[in-house]
C-alpha cells in the first residue's frame, strides 16, 4: 500500500515563527501536493511539486513556500506563521501526470498559531 | 477549466436508511471522476473512480457512483447507511489531455443518527 506520511498529527506555533511541514511518500509518486482545508471552502491546493526540485502555485501561495530536494519528500514552509494560518494541512502524492490518476493523502497536520 | 459543485453541506440520515450524495461537473468533456472519503480527523481515502466503461462503479465499503453524462452527475450512492460512514465526502475531477492537478469539491458532511 502507498504510504504518505505527515510528520506531525497537532502543531502549535507561535506568531512570526517559521514553521516546516514535512511530508513522505514511499512508492516513487511524481507528483506531490500540499492542501489546506477549512471548514466550508474545501481543500485549497497551496503548491504542487512534479519532480524533484520543480514547484508550482497552487490556488493559494501567499504566505507560503516548499521544497523538494528528493522525490519522496515534499516540506511546506510557512516563512513567519500568522494566526490566519491556522489550519488542517493535507500532503498528497500521486504517480503519473495524468488525469486519472488516484492521490494518496496523509493523515494531516492540524496547525494552530497562537 | 474544470469545477466541481456538491451542492449539499450537510446530509442527516438515519442508520439503515439509503444514502445519495450529490456531485455536479464542469467540463467540456468527460472527466475522470473520483469520491474520496475523510473520516474524522483523518486524511482523505478513494471510495472509487470513473474513467470509462460501465456507468455504475462499485466502491469500498458498500459505495457505488452513477455517471450520468446527460446531467453532468457523479451521484454517490449506498443502499443502508452504518453510524461509521459518518464522515466527509469529496467528488474530485480530473482533467484528460490536461492538468493532472485533481479539482475537489467543497465536501458532503454526513451525519448519521442511531
Known amino acids: 500500500d502507498v504510504k504518505v506520511t505527515q510528520s506531525s498529527r497537532y502543531l502549535v506555533k507561535r506568531t512570526g515563527e517559521k514553521v516546516f511541514l514535512e511530508c513522505v511518500q514511499d512508492?516513487?509518486?511524481?507528483?506531490m501536493f500540499w492542501y489546506r482545508q477549512d471548514p466550508g471552502l474545501g481543500l485549497r491546493l497551496i503548491y504542487f511539486s512534479y519532480d524533484v526540485k520543480m514547484k508550482e502555485k497552487g490556488d493559494i501561495p501567499e504566505g507560503y513556500s516548499v521544497s523538494r530536494e528528493k522525490k519522496e519528500r515534499f516540506s511546506l514552509i510557512l516563512e513567519s506563521a500568522s494566526t490566519n494560518q491556522t489550519s488542517m494541512y493535507l500532503c498528497?502524492?500521486?504517480?503519473?501526470?495524468?488525469?486519472?490518476?488516484?492521490?494518496?493523502f496523509g493523515q494531516g497536520t492540524r496547525l494552530t498559531v497562537v | 477549466a474544470q469545477s466541481v459543485t456538491q451542492p449539499d453541506i450537510h446530509i442527516t440520515v438515519s442508520e439503515g436508511a439509503s444514502l445519495e450524495l450529490r456531485c455536479n461537473y464542469s467540463y467540456g468533456a468527460t472527466p475522470y471522476l473520483f469520491w474520496y472519503v475523510q473520516s474524522p480527523g483523518q486524511g482523505l481515502q478513494l471510495l472509487l473512480k470513473y474513467f470509462s466503461g460501465d456507468t455504475l462503479v462499485q466502491g469500498i465499503k458498500g459505495f457505488e457512483a452513477e455517471f450520468k453524462r446527460s446531467q453532468s452527475s457523479f451521484n454517490l450512492r449506498k443502499p443502508s447507511v452504518h453510524w461509521s460512514d459518518a464522515a466527509e465526502y469529496f467528488c474530485?475531477?480530473?482533467?484528460?489531455?490536461?492538468?493532472?492537478?485533481?479539482?475537489f469539491g467543497r465536501g458532503t458532511s454526513l451525519i448519521v443518527h442511531p
Open positions: 474530485a475531477v480530473g482533467a484528460r489531455g490536461g492538468s493532472y492537478i485533481p479539482t
Open positions: 498528497a502524492s500521486s504517480l503519473r501526470k495524468t488525469g486519472n490518476t488516484e492521490a494518496f
Open positions: 512508492m516513487d509518486h511524481e507528483n
